[in-house]
């Protein structure tokens, strides 16, 4: 099986800045796309910016322009750096990944717990 583990949360003024980490282990045979979610309190979860293997990236317009999304493929990692920060950004941001299982050779959607990002006004 495949964890992720998600790291660099916390409380930030806003305007501030943010970087949260995910680190993948456990039995890795192939990670595909690697992203980034987020879910407010009463909110759904919602897709903040997502990457390929090959370092394609796609953001939420919510924060294009502010966020940055990168991995290294080579230690199967994913980070978020967050810039511009706004309270309406306060959220639990959820690391996502799509894991290689085998005999199926199939992808299996593996989510991490969550950090919490608060950005105060």
């Known amino acids: 099986q495949v964890q992720l583990v998600e790291s660099g949360g916390g409380l930030v003024q806003s305007g501030g800045s943010l970087r949260l980490s995910c680190a993948a282990s456990g039995s890795i045979i192939s990670i595909k796309n690697m992203a980034w979610y987020r879910q407010a309190p009463?909110?759904?979860?919602e897709l903040v910016a997502a990457i390929t293997s090959g370092g394609s990236t796609n953001y939420a317009d919510s924060v294009k322009g502010r966020f940055t999304i990168s991995r290294d493929n080579a230690k199967n990692?994913?980070?978020?750096?967050?810039?511009?920060?706004k309270p309406?950004?306060?959220?639990?941001?959820?690391?996502?990944a799509q894991s290689l299982v085998v005999p199926s050779y199939r992808?299996?959607?593996v989510w991490g717990q969550g950090t919490l990002v608060t950005v105060s006004s």
């Open 77 to 85: 990692t994913v980070s978020l750096q967050m810039a511009s920060l």
């Open 107 to 109: 992808y299996l959607e």
């Open 88 to 96: 309406e950004d306060t959220a639990v941001y959820i690391c996502n």
């Open 42 to 45: 009463g909110k759904q979860r």
